[in-house]
């Protein structure tokens, strides 16, 4: 009988390219991903569901919000723009939502529906959710710092930018499952 250090500790391979820390590391932005595509499909079409939102004036519509917030945001000339046409406004960022929130989901132009979500959440922190204080109980920044992975990395694994670039390529790469999943 030994009593020496075990040396068989490698944990069992999830497939045959790696250890499970692998294939964690390989998908730990699909949370995200899935959480950032739903929050924004949802937000997107909220607003455009909600008839008192996309009105220029009236309790719950963008114009009465962005006149709420227009003197406390750090760039009172963005809410003014909006200000000029509240319900263009509304569809325009409704609209954003959805079709961030929907390239994200299906991983279609990653990178550009991840930089829009982040320029969405950042004009919306520097316009509605600036005067939050504390700073961090304002989720805008939250959401902006969490697109910024994304923008970084897009959606490399289960995604159609990751089967279009395996298309691209000439077809399967090695291992099991489909291309476009790894």
Known sequence: MSHGMR????????DERGDWRDTASRYAL???RVFLGV???????DKLTNSAFMQASGAGSIGDTMRSVRDSSAIPALVDLALKSPTGFGYAIALGELAVGLGTLVGLLTRVAALGGAAISLSLWL???????PYYYGNDLIYLMAWLPLVLAGAPFLSVDAMLRARRRGGSLSGP??????
Do not use: I, K, N, Q
Not at 7 to 14: E, F, V, W
Not at 177 to 182: E, H
């Open 30 to 32: 699909l949370p995200l």
């Open 177 to 182: 499952g489909p291309s476009w999943a790894r």
């Open 7 to 14: 040396t068989d500790t490698h944990t069992h391979h999830l």
């Open 39 to 45: 929050t924004f499909v949802y937000a997107g079409l």
């Open 127 to 133: 316009t509605v959710s600036w005067a939050t204080e």
